[in-house]
């Protein structure tokens, strides 16, 4: 129970790695508030897997992109201490380069980068006050590698990477850390547009010769956002089979 009574945001949490981590730090005995954009049907599935632990779950829905909503969440929150926020919600809107309306960069970079940041304002805030803290990013490969297609994700990405070095400098001091989580390829409803052949390619690209499961991101993120990470701060850690 390395999570008792401490106060989990996860962005995100009610489907795909957010719903492994809801269920992950529930069962270590945290109070989790799960976000979600819209899709109802999956965060009443949430609700229904938590079973007993399903009082220490909060559903909300929150578009992270809009600051509106992002500032509605932390006014209802307002003085309760959050121990961790995981900034989690992502989308993908992939287009080589040519093809890339303005539409589709700038919801990635909304979502993604513009979410992380409205997010985190409002835990920043929350996390001096209590001199605790934890903030994670899921970040991803594509930040260090590239893949075609990716100009806007991947300058998301590199982006919540950039933004967690220069964040956790502000905030060390006041025992608040912040750190990224960087999965490789993941077996969720964020890959369901890919074509089977393009899949197996990608399989094979792995080191490991596998996709990863939402439940091993959850264990790395889990650590990160332990007591025991106290000294661990700025840093990405890759959770990608070796990729
Ligand atoms: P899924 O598509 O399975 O789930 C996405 C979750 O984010 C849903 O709960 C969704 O809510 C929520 N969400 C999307 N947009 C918003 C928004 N604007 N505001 C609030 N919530 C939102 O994605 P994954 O679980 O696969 O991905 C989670 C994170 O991991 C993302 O940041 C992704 O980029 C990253 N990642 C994923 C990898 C993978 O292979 N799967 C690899 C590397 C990184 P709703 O259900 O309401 O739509």
């Not at 600051?67 to 959050?82: F, H, R």
Request: net charge neutral; proline share 3%; hydrophobic share 40%.
């Amino acid at each position: 129970m390395r999570f008792s009574n401490q106060r989990v945001i996860i962005s995100g949490g009610t489907r795909g790695l957010g719903r492994a981590a809801s269920l992950a730090f529930l069962s270590e005995g945290a109070l989790v508030q799960a976000t979600y954009r819209g899709n109802e049907e999956a965060a009443e599935e949430l609700r229904s897997l938590a079973g007993d632990n399903v009082e220490r779950l909060t559903l909300t829905r929150c578009d992270v992109s809009q600051e509106a909503e992002v500032q509605a969440l932390w006014d209802e929150i307002g003085d309760q201490p959050i121990s961790v926020l995981i900034n989690n919600a992502g989308i993908r809107r992939d287009a080589l380069m040519p093809l890339m309306d303005k539409a589709d960069w700038q919801t990635v970079l909304d979502t993604n980068l513009t979410g992380g940041y409205l997010m985190s304002r409002g835990a920043v805030k929350n996390m001096m006050a209590q001199r605790y803290g934890r903030i994670l990013f899921v970040t991803s490969p594509t930040s260090r590698i590239g893949f075609q297609g990716q100009t806007n994700y991947g300058a998301s990405k590199a982006g919540q990477i950039g933004l967690t070095r220069s964040l956790c400098k502000e905030v060390a001091s006041r025992g608040i850390t912040v750190n990224c989580v960087s999965p490789g390829f993941i077996a969720t409803e964020l890959l369901d547009d890919l074509p089977p052949e393009l899949i197996k390619e990608y399989k094979k690209s792995v080191p490991a010769r596998r996709f990863g499961k939402p439940e091993e991101v959850a264990a790395a993120l889990m650590f990160l956002a332990s007591a025991d990470a106290a000294y661990i701060n700025g840093t990405t850690l890759e959770v990608a089979g070796g990729i």
